[in-house]
Nanobody, 122 residues
């Protein structure tokens, strides 16, 4: 069983910065994908940024140039550095991690963190 622990959310004024962390633990053979999603009140959950095991990154257009996703493979941890925050970035941010539990037989996992609230005031 794989668990995720998120941290780093909070309240900040517009223009400020926050750094989110998400650490995966448990029975993990390999992690293929780590991503951050966010959900604002009354809206659907959308991708913010993702990073693959090979280091390829993908960002939502709304955060390009302001947010940076990185990962520490040794710690099974993904980070989201958020700079130049805007009030429209206010949301609950969720970490999503996908990978392999065992290879014989092949078993995959796809887990979500509990969410961390980011509030940006104008």
């Amino acid at each position: 069983q794989v668990q995720l622990v998120e941290s780093g959310g909070g309240s900040v004024q517009a223009g400020g910065s926050l750094r989110l962390s998400c650490a995966a633990s448990g029975r993990i053979f390999a992690i293929n994908y780590m991503g951050w999603y966010r959900q604002a009140p009354g809206k659907q959950r959308d991708l913010v940024a993702s990073i693959t095991s090979g280091g390829s990154t993908n960002y939502a257009d709304s955060v390009k140039g302001r947010f940076t996703i990185t990962r520490d493979n040794a710690k099974n941890t993904v980070y989201l550095q958020m700079n130049s925050l805007k009030p429209e970035d206010t949301a609950v941010y969720y970490c999503n991690v996908r990978g392999v539990v065992t290879t014989i037989p092949i078993r995959y996992f796809d887990v979500w963190g509990q969410g961390t609230l980011v509030t940006v005031s104008s």
